[in-house]
């Protein structure tokens, strides 16, 4: 058997290998941490999405789709969050318009209160090239 043909297998895993390695190093965004940007939000009662008090939502501009970490800051009054959930989301709300917003849906589920709750919250996410609060609910 020539050299040639017990070499070209070795010689397609090197051509392959290469080539994901420079498609990696050219990718504008690693998804390590490095490239994550993060900002504090604060929900109020404008940002109720039910009648009944219940749930607050939001959509944070990013333009990403990123993995997302969430944390609660504090809460007005205390323990009247019942859950947090911070997704990566594509906001299409008006697709007439020409709206395609890359970014961060945000949904708070509350417990019943007397008192007009407040939710501070600190949002992380990978690839993010900034963060803005919009006024967009679903």
């Not at 070209?8 to 690693?30: F, H, I, N, Y």
């Amino acid at each position: 058997m020539p050299l040639s043909s017990r070499l070209a297998p070795w010689a397609l895993v090197l051509l392959l290998a290469c080539g994901a390695r420079t498609a990696a190093a050219q990718s504008p965004c690693v998804a390590d941490g490095a490239d994550a940007r993060s900002a504090v939000i604060t929900l109020g009662a404008a940002d109720f999405s039910n009648p009944d008090g219940t749930e607050m939502r939001s959509f944070v501009e990013t333009g990403s789709l990123g993995a997302v970490d969430a944390n609660l800051i504090s809460a007005r009054p205390p323990d009247v969050v019942r859950s947090l959930t911070a997704i990566p989301a594509r906001s299409r709300l008006s697709p007439y318009f020409g709206e395609d917003l890359k970014g961060i849906a945000v949904t708070v589920s509350l417990f019943k209160s007397k008192v007009s709750p407040v939710v501070r919250i600190r949002l992380r996410q990978d690839c993010a090239k900034y963060l803005r609060n919009t006024f967009l609910y679903y």
